[in-house]
DNA sequence: GTTAGCACTCTTTGATGGTGAGTGCTAACT
DNA sequence: AGTTAGCACTCACCATCAAAGAGTGCTAAC
């Protein structure tokens, strides 16, 4: 027993050259075909000098080692979710080939930019380009400055607020003034405006304007209407702006050709909890969640690829794709490091 | 066989109340249950008074007039086009009732108004409200006149271009500038702009850009990016603009169950054109298309409940519900009813 | 260490027969 | 005449069954 250990004992179960070659050609060929595949079909289309039988040995092994498994005794093998960990981590390791970057470019230049446009166009692209769902969110960012106040004239008794802040987010919302200010007297008060607030918080607006409110009798109106924005865009910049596209694009997959699965799936994808639970917080590089790791039992034969990328201000934002396990990882991660360089450069001129 | 003509032969062949009462029962209790409907439980969940036989044959003679169809024979029946025809015709002539109005309502208020989200919360809660798919069309404009222009300082280098028109339609843009422009600098250029230019529209503004353009030569910069963004816009407000809400709500009824179907319709919803071309040109009251009146083969068993809401300068959007052909249509309308409503308040007040 | 051969397993597919819901028709009833 | 009970008939649906085919594991030979 005690030789049981030994190291011929244990060869079958070391991964070596040869095992992995097979392990990759498994997980190629079913991520295209999404159909078990057999020992033949690895003999015939990849390792061509080898007989079925001896891949079917060496799948034995790698069955035995948690990689494969059968959906029953005689079909052919499917990768775990062990294999497809494995998968990721050796195309991570190594560089990402980089081919669309054109036609991803192509499709953000049309587009009108500004925060959300920008966040909701990346998510089409990348939808339409991976044929999976795209995901982006919009960073939080609770320690917005504002930088600029103004109020814009529309009809009489009413005006556009616009708030720009340092981020570079912009926010426009129309409030009721009194008839008798026109543009000039508009643009005075913004003026005012902007001196005494530019450079704080959202927050500090908000607090700052129910003090200044109560001496500037005429101006109370104004006031409290740019308070209620403030406090309402501190809100929302502190919670996750989630742009999803593509969602129906899961249908294209046979796995998800049951009903039920498809809609738990699309439930999923609505409930911004259950999606930010599996969006991995800001961090470099790729963060890739296969199955069990995504956390959710209804999403348990997904996976999910992200990566982040900058807007000013040091701030992040994540972009990912969500799919079947089954997905061929390397095109979406070379498809969203380019994406994710676009949104980068397009946040970055937004917020300059 | 002239007599076959006679008002006795006829008889069978009109319709009369209790038929009417018949064919109203079988439609309801489909909408509900999906399943064809057979005499006995006419009989004994709608007509107490009347024996299965006396049902059948009524039935026998509402599907003779074409109200009626059986998927096999030895089924129940269901409603035709037809017979969705008649019932929704009859439901328009009388009055709908609105009670979920409060529900409605309360769908808008927490949220941003400005054009575009106004338009996509309310696609959203009309999904949400009715579990159908919503679609929300925001007007054509292509008169709109340019009321105010007026630029907001942002880093040095680059300000925010604000564009307000008389539809109270507004667009923002980020612009290069001059660096020696400071904040009263430009707000002097946004009045010289906004004198030259309020009242004109778009497309004028346009023109007149590249003319005015040629004597500045200090703020060709500026001029150029107008120019730009007002055709930009010319473009964007002659196009629809169009908001998709709660697609995969269609996976939740039994016709859809099979995948190809509900991608087919799904696909539907994603090109613009095929959507364009079965939603009412702008016209008052409810349009209701079932069947083969929507003119497309995806969606020949299909059935769009619209109406129209107006938004400031006699321009008018459309709102709707796009579902299976077996829908509440009562139900919908009343919703409906109150949607378009909501939107007309809160376009009016955006726009005032 | 590799491969050919073979028995075995288990899904898939198609055919078969029974069951039940629902109809159409006829004859009796009001 | 209109209504109803009764009955034969049809056809989707379901379960059962057998044949076919794909793929495996194992053994023995190379």
Redesign the interface.
């Known amino acids: 027993m005690a030789d049981g250990r030994s190291r011929a004992a244990q060869k079958g179960r070391e991964m070596d050259d040869r095992k992995l070659r097979i392990l990759l050609a498994v997980i190629d060929d079913y991520v295209h075909t999404a159909v078990p595949v057999g020992s033949r079909t690895i003999s015939r289309k990849y390792e061509t000098a080898l007989s079925s039988a001896t891949i079917r040995n060496e799948m034995s092994d790698l069955e035995e080692m948690g990689f494969l498994e059968q959906p029953h005794v005689s079909a052919g093998r499917i990768p775990t979710m062990k294999a497809y960990r494995l998968y990721v981590d050796s195309l991570l390791s190594g560089g990402t080939q980089v081919e669309e970057a054109d036609s991803v470019r192509e499709f953000f230049f049309d587009r009108?930019?500004?925060m959300q446009d920008v966040v909701e166009s990346a998510a089409s692209a990348l939808s339409e380009l991976t044929r999976y769902t795209a995901v982006v969110l919009m960073p939080k960012q609770l320690d917005l400055k504002v930088?600029?106040l103004?109020l814009?004239?529309?009809?009489t008794?009413?005006a556009?607020l616009?708030v720009?802040t340092d981020g570079?987010v912009?926010r426009?919302?129309?409030i009721r003034v009194s008839e008798n200010l026109d543009?000039d007297a508009l643009?005075a008060i913004s003026?005012v405006l902007?001196s005494r607030l530019a450079g704080r918080t959202l927050q500090q607006v908000t607090e700052a304007l129910a003090i200044y409110s109560r001496y500037s009798g005429a101006d109370q109106e104004v006031c409290g209407a740019i308070a209620d924005m403030a406090s309402?865009m501190a809100r929302?910049t502190g919670t996750d702006t989630i742009a999803v596209s593509g969602?129906?694009n899961i249908?294209?997959y046979p796995e998800?050709?049951d009903?039920d699965k498809?809609?738990a799936f699309?439930s999923v994808l609505e409930t911004k909890d259950k999606l930010l639970s599996f969006l991995p917080e800001e961090r470099e590089g790729f963060t890739v969640r296969i199955g069990p790791e995504m956390g959710l039992r209804e999403m348990a034969d997904c996976a999910a690829v992200c990566t982040s990328y900058r807007i000013g201000g040091g701030h992040t934002g994540t972009v990912g794709v969500i799919g079947p396990a089954r997905m061929p990882y390397g095109r979406i991660i070379g498809i969203l490091e380019t994406v994710g360089e676009a949104l980068t450069g397009l946040m970055g001129?937004?917020a300059?």
């Open positions: 009108v930019r500004q930088s600029c103004q814009v004239p529309m009809n008794g009413s556009l616009v720009i570079g912009i426009n919302q129309v543009s643009y003026k902007t309402q929302q969602s129906h249908l294209n998800y050709s009903v498809a809609r699309l001129e937004t300059r």
